[in-house]
């Protein structure tokens, strides 16, 4: 991939840029520019070499809807390629830009805009953190969060993400009526304000801010419940693994988290070295308090108990899901930057059967971290498998391995939609909505990499 390349003179006409925005807050200092323009693309050898001089002309920095459409407005017109930004927290450059222009960063327009019992509409900049905090005021929480919900934001997850910590109960966010709508607005010289309702709204899922700008979201909710974050410690994986699917299967068992993950990645874990025994798999899960006594029923003596506790977001706390998803490998990496990891989709009708392959196959270079998941209604596994670095070949390789033995790979050492996709190409829906909402391909250009500008 070349390598993309921004000069200290900017090849865009920011000065015209500037008069446009008026009064719409910008940052141009370059070294700020700089740090913001990138996010965690460093969990990657391969990407951390080809992204490591990317960085916008200047940020944006709106405080509502209407700088949002001043800025598309302004961008259109002069041509000035622009990328949504938000907390930061993506792990492959989704909201990195390539092409330079405007960094668009949306973490000043916040707050809830109402609730009702069972859904919030929220402004796209708001904090995860901060929204479910305002909700448990009346007793709701959102169905699913990533591991950054302290630094992230909700139209930084739905654009860049496709479940967490939640997804064992309720799926991901492509399963209907895990996005509720979508507020956007599109980048044209006249922008529009579309409002996008249910299975509409997927057409900004996951795909990088390369498909509108998201101003709004209705999100569904679910009871909040006092969670206890639990650490079991087992002698095997396999033992590790099949108690959390007997837990993952209990639907009447209140769960968050469901997360089996191999010796050595639990060594590591630095703050949590105590529950962590030396050569043990560790289960990692989140229970509803009133459930608890039945979680221990069905681990039914399998394994150790050596961690239990309330789940805390507060400052100077540590929440357990911060040792799950992709602050599993995170925690590895705090030390060692030698490893990588890899987004995998284990299939359902044969997942103990194909968890085994893989790990006969890969015995001490690809370190099993599995999240149980429901996918179409399925009981499976997603998995952030710690690898031990060696070549872009190798890896490569690794990749191609699982592909052919019917795991699907979304790869994570990629930038565009269709590199990283198990489908090698971007949803034809959402092709031709950005042909609509964006007919120049300023928006995050590079990441849809089979859009052709059709103006």
């Avoid at 006092?226 to 033992?239: G, H, K, L, N, R």
């Avoid at 498998?385 to 699982?402: C, D, F, K």
Wanted: aromatic residues 8%.
């Amino acid at each position: 991939m070349t390598v993309h390349q921004t000069s200290q003179l900017s090849r865009y006409p920011i000065d015209a840029l500037t008069a446009l925005l008026g009064d719409v807050p910008i940052i141009t200092d370059r070294t700020i520019v700089r740090r913001r323009s990138r996010d965690f693309f460093w969990y990657s050898p391969i990407l951390a070499e080809e992204l490591k001089a990317v960085a916008g002309d200047i940020i944006v920095r709106p405080r509502d809807e209407a700088d949002v459409i001043r800025t598309a407005a302004a961008c259109a017109k002069l041509r000035i390629p622009l990328t949504v930004r938000a907390g930061g927290t993506g792990n492959y450059g989704q909201a990195m830009p390539l092409q330079g222009g405007v960094l668009l960063d949306m973490t000043d327009i916040t707050g809830v805009v109402w609730q009702k019992p069972g859904v919030v509409r929220v402004r796209a900049g708001t904090n995860i953190l901060a929204l479910d905090q305002t909700t448990r005021e009346t007793n709701y929480e959102l169905r699913m969060h990533p591991s950054t919900k302290r630094t992230a934001t909700i139209g930084g997850f739905v654009a860049g993400g496709s479940g967490g910590v939640g997804s064992v109960t309720y799926g991901g966010l492509r399963e209907p009526g895990n996005i509720l709508a979508a507020r956007i607005v599109t980048v044209e010289e006249e922008p529009r304000v579309l409002e996008l309702r249910q299975d509409a709204a997927q057409k900004v899922n996951r795909a990088y801010g390369t498909t509108g700008i998201i101003t709004e979201l209705e999100m569904p909710l679910a009871p909040a419940w006092p969670w206890i974050d639990v650490i079991a410690a087992f002698d095997t994986f396999e033992e590790a693994f099949e108690a959390g699917r007997a837990i993952a299967h209990a639907d009447g068992v209140v769960k968050k988290l469901v997360t089996p993950i191999a010796w050595p990645i639990p060594g590591y874990f630095g703050s949590l070295k105590s529950a962590c025994p030396e050569g043990k798999a560790i289960l990692i899960s989140m229970i509803a308090e009133p459930f608890l006594e039945s979680f221990r029923a069905i681990l039914g003596g399998r394994g150790t108990i050596t961690y239990e506790r309330p789940s805390e977001e507060g400052p100077g706390k540590v929440p357990l899901y911060e040792f799950a998803w992709n602050h599993t490998t995170l925690q590895w990496l705090k030390t060692d930057r030698s490893i990588t990891y890899l987004q995998l989709l284990y299939p359902h009708d044969r997942l103990a059967e194909s968890v085994a392959e893989m790990m006969a196959l890969f015995p001490d270079e690809v370190l099993p971290h599995l999240e149980f998941i429901r996918f179409a209604g399925n009981i499976t596994c997603s998995a952030l498998p710690v690898v031990r670095y060696s070549t872009p070949e190798r890896l490569n390789e690794i990749i191609a391995m699982h592909e052919a033995r019917g795991v699907f790979v979304a790869n994570p050492h990629v930038v565009s939609l269709e590199d990283g996709s198990r489908h090698k190409r971007a949803d034809a829906d959402q092709l031709g909505f950005k042909a609509d909402v964006d007919p120049m391909g300023l928006l995050n250009p590079g990441k849809m990499a089979s859009f052709v500008a059709v103006r």
